[in-house]
């Protein structure tokens, strides 16, 4: 199982930035995709989720609005579209699934300055 993430960088206030998963390993549609976010000095936190046929989607509630969890189940891709960035969104931004067990990304960083 590996999960890449990629699109991470530099932005400034009331920006985007779109995030992807790029999974291998196991049956991407059969899974739920998370994507977290951990910020400097606190606990990794869950900012949404997608079901298996991306018909559900749940979203952290300071992200409600703001962002977009997709997935693409032929290119086995999972995405998080971010939208209105503000500085209290910079974090390291994780995908997660759990399939016997959790896997974890590497990390992204995202980081919301001027």
């Known amino acids: 199982v590996l999960l890449v993430e990629s699109g991470g960088g530099l932005v400034q206030p009331g920006g985007s930035l779109r995030l992807s998963c790029a999974a291998s390993g196991f049956p991407f549609s059969s899974v739920v995709m998370r994507w977290y976010r951990q910020a400097p000095g606190k606990e990794r936190v869950l900012v949404a989720d997608?079901?298996?046929?991306?018909?559900?989607?749940t979203y952290a509630y300071n992200v409600n609005g703001r962002f977009t969890i997709s997935r693409d189940n032929v290119k086995n891709t999972a995405y998080l579209q971010m939208n209105a960035l503000k500085s209290d969104d910079t974090a390291v931004y994780y995908c997660?699934?759990?399939?016997?067990?959790?896997?974890w990304g590497q990390g992204t960083q995202v980081t919301v300055s001027s």
């Open positions: 997608i079901s298996r046929d991306g018909g559900e989607t």
């Open positions: 997660n699934t759990l399939w016997g067990r959790d896997y």
